[in-house]
């Protein structure tokens, strides 16, 4: 069974440990200590050099028992990393049951509380004798620099049939079922300088053409499955200069890769035709960061969390997230896998915060999920 007391005390130890990301070398360490002390083998990927992080990505192997030889391989993940501030953090548990920091820093609930979790599952299923098959634990750097420890882990390390991913917020029993791809987009106007006062009319302001493109795009809530912002515009100097040069910033997102990509179409359509219009050029260039997925609740990935959460007295919720995670890279590895919630509240903010009951009831979680897949057959 979870011992709650343990498993506070191992999330608090957690939380202490400095892992701002870019810096994840000190945590990278204790996870391999934790995760070799409970008879995980544990290995770390190369990615470090490639991404300018302080660690690679844990891939972390618990064998399966005697008696799970044909059960299938699952996986769970998190990340080591955390957002600034996120040095020196002084966690204290209320007589509310609430977890926060001290007002000075973040909390780091996210996602040590997941990694707590897993920790903790792994010990009482030692304690317990709980029949499973293998399962992996893929603990990445980066996942708050935009997953990018994620998307340079190479898929050669993954053998899960199914993921269930520990990092989401809202309340245990919640499951994105999908999250939608997103595209980076790098937009750049080139104007004709001149001088604004003695020859305007000799210039092309970029300023008006970057304007005039923007006021074509279309731009927020596209669809309940699409979006689109700006998120910068930057150009210009003095005012006695027409401006030459302006480069924007934006995304767009959606759950369907089709209206992705119409979404992208409209928004390069909109710039190269305000340019031409207006005797400018526009750069236009755009990258897919990470892919979409969307499961309904027919899904095996669905079908194995909402039983395994039901099984625990939680009210399983399917929902489409509008954000990403490492979720998203691991289904455009090829493993199906959705994100679970695990209960922390306003993260990224000093006013972070997780209740003690949910980091239990996701430890829970965890070892329902296995049980649950305990009476699977592996795939032929």
């Not at 927020?220 to 200069?241: C, K, L, M, P, Y």
Request: hydrophobic share 45%.
């Amino acid at each position: 069974m979870i011992v709650e007391e343990r498993l506070i005390g191992t999330f608090m130890e957690l939380v202490r440990v400095d892992s701002e990301t870019k810096h994840e070398q000190a945590i990278a360490a204790e996870l391999k200590r934790r995760f070799a002390a409970l008879g995980v083998r544990v290995a770390e990927d190369d990615t470090a050099a490639a991404t300018g992080h302080g660690a690679g990505n844990l891939i972390c192997t618990l064998e399966a028992t005697a008696d799970g030889a044909e059960v299938p391989v699952i996986f769970f993940t998190c990340h080591m990393d955390t957002v600034a501030p996120g040095n020196g953090i002084k966690p204290q548990l209320g007589e509310d049951g609430i977890i926060r920091s001290d007002g000075t820093t973040v909390l780091g609930s996210d996602d040590k509380a997941g990694i707590a979790a897993i920790l903790e599952a792994i010990q009482a299923m030692r304690e317990q004798g709980t029949r499973h098959g293998r399962i992996q634990i893929i603990i990445t750097a980066g996942e708050e620099s935009g997953l990018v420890g994620a998307r340079a882990m190479d898929a050669k390390w993954l053998e899960a049939e199914f993921g269930f991913a520990l990092d989401s917020g809202g309340s245990v029993g919640d499951i994105a079922v999908a999250a939608p791809a997103q595209s980076k987009i790098d937009i750049v106007i080139m104007g004709k300088s001149a001088h604004a006062g003695v020859n305007p009319e000799d210039g092309v302001s970029a300023i008006t053409v970057a304007s005039k493109a923007v006021s074509r795009m279309p731009l927020g809530r596209i669809d309940h499955e699409t979006t689109a912002n700006i998120g910068s515009f930057a150009g210009g100097g003095a005012t006695n200069v027409v401006c030459d040069h302006v480069v924007l910033k934006a995304e767009a997102r959606s759950l369907d890769n089709a209206k992705l990509e119409r979404q992208v179409a409209a928004m390069r359509q909109a710039s190269e035709s305000a340019a031409a219009e207006m005797g400018a050029a526009a750069s236009f260039s755009s990258t897919i960061v990470y892919p979409a997925y969307k499961y309904d609740v027919s899904s095996p990935v669905v079908q194995l969390a909402m039983t395994a959460l039901a099984s625990i007295g939680k009210t399983p919720r399917p929902f489409h997230s509008g954000g990403g995670s490492d979720a998203n890279i691991f289904n455009g590895l090829g493993v199906p896998t959705v994100n679970l919630a695990v209960g922390y509240q306003k993260i990224h903010t000093k006013e972070e915060s997780i209740a003690a009951a949910d980091i239990v009831d996701t430890a829970r979680a965890i070892i329902a999920i296995v049980q649950e897949a305990a009476k699977l057959r592996k795939r032929r």
